[in-house]
T-cell receptor, first 116, second 112 residues
């Protein structure tokens, strides 16, 4: 399967703990996006990378959140000192910068975070 | 960013056509109209996009009003697998760089 993969698929943690999620985009996709989705709502944009450069961050991305894409391939999203309000599905998407699908974003299955 | 209005939910019978409407009256002249759908327990997936002309692909058709203030996603023969939340998203011309702004979408139920 050559789609976007995310790990883990589910994470349960206690309030105050740190968590890290990983996203592996489709090979050769230069652009990578993180979104967050709470129950009954559409996904909300968090941040965007082109290669290793983080080009855009949402105001939703508080200082407890940090994202990296060190070699322009996989990306990690870390949440420090988790709060119950961080409970959500975290989605990763990737897209190429050229070609017939450059207008599309390809989403992974998401990581569901539950903060107790 | 253009705002969109979609029905919260719609129902269809299997093998019948479905027309999913979207109002985007504040759309700018260079915004493409994208549609994504999200099946239960999955990430969203791209369906179709267009600018002014009607568009067809293997998944669906997109009919865009002449004034571009509304569009309709058409599933020609709904299947049970088409049960999903459908999102209409205006997006800047050449907007592969930026994020997608999702609303609440339309939840489509398909009855056998």
């Amino acid at each position: 399967d050559t789609g976007v993969s995310q790990d883990p698929r589910h994470k349960i943690t206690k309030r105050g703990q740190n968590v890290t999620f990983r996203c592996d985009p489709i090979s050769e996709h230069n652009r990578l996006y993180w979104y967050r989705q709470t129950l009954g709502q559409g996904p909300e944009f968090l941040t965007y990378f082109q290669n290793e450069a983080q080009l855009e961050k949402s105001r939703l991305l508080s200082d407890r959140f940090s994202a990296e894409r060190p070699k322009g391939s996989f990306s990690t999203l870390e949440i420090q000192r988790t709060e119950q309000g961080d409970s959500a599905m975290y989605l990763c998407a990737s897209s190429p910068i050229a070609g017939p699908t450059y207008n599309e974003q390809f989403f992974g299955p998401g990581t569901r975070l539950t903060v107790l | 960013d253009a705002k969109t209005t979609q029905p919260n939910s719609m129902e269809s019978n299997e093998e019948e056509p479905v027309h999913l409407p979207c109002n985007h009256s504040t759309i700018s002249g260079t915004d493409y109209i994208h549609w994504y759908r999200q099946l239960p327990s999955q990430g969203p997936e791209y369906v179709i996009h267009g600018l002014t002309s009607n568009v067809n692909n293997r998944m669906a058709s997109l009919a865009i009003a002449e004034d571009r203030k509304s569009s309709t996603l058409i599933l020609h023969r709904a299947t049970l697998r088409d049960a999903a939340v459908y999102y209409c998203i205006p997006r800047r011309y050449g907007g592969s760089q930026g994020n997608l702004i999702f609303g609440k979408g339309t939840k489509l139920s398909v009855k056998p």
